[in-house]
Nanobody, 114 residues
Framework: QLVESGGGSVQAGGSLRLSCVAS????????MYWYRQAPGKEREFVSV???????TYADFVEGRFTISRDNAKNTAYLQMSSLKPEDTAMYSC???????????WGKGTQVTVS
């Protein structure tokens, strides 16, 4: 099970830190992703963390977001800064078992930037 939190409403230029807590899995065995879906749009990739030293971001992040993970806490994070109205979306995390297609999704946390 994946449970996201940390979303909310902020003004443009503000920051939020999203959390994704995993349970029922061996967290360190999973690659962690963040995706987002804005109203009327398809879900899009935001970021992925394979290990602490291996991360990837979508082009639109432009250095504003930082993904991280704490295997001891079974938690992945997405620190978002310099938020823009176009960042408004439902943000969801995904866990994919390394070397497998087995994956789990959380229900998401809403981020609204005005």
């Amino acid at each position: 099970q994946l449970v996201e939190s940390g979303g909310g409403s902020v003004q443009a230029g503000g920051s939020l830190r999203l959390s994704c807590v995993a349970s029922g899995i061996t967290f360190s065995d999973y690659i962690m992703y963040w995706y987002r879906q804005a109203p009327g749009k398809e879900r899009e990739f935001v970021s992925v963390i394979y290990t602490i030293d291996s991360v990837t971001y979508a082009d639109f992040v432009e250095g504003r977001f930082t993904i991280s993970r704490d295997n001891a806490k079974n938690t992945a994070y997405l620190q978002m800064s310099s938020l823009k109205p176009e960042d408004t979306a439902m943000y969801s995390c995904k866990a994919r078992f390394r070397g497998s297609v087995t994956e789990y999704w959380g229900k998401g946390t809403q981020v609204t930037v005005s």
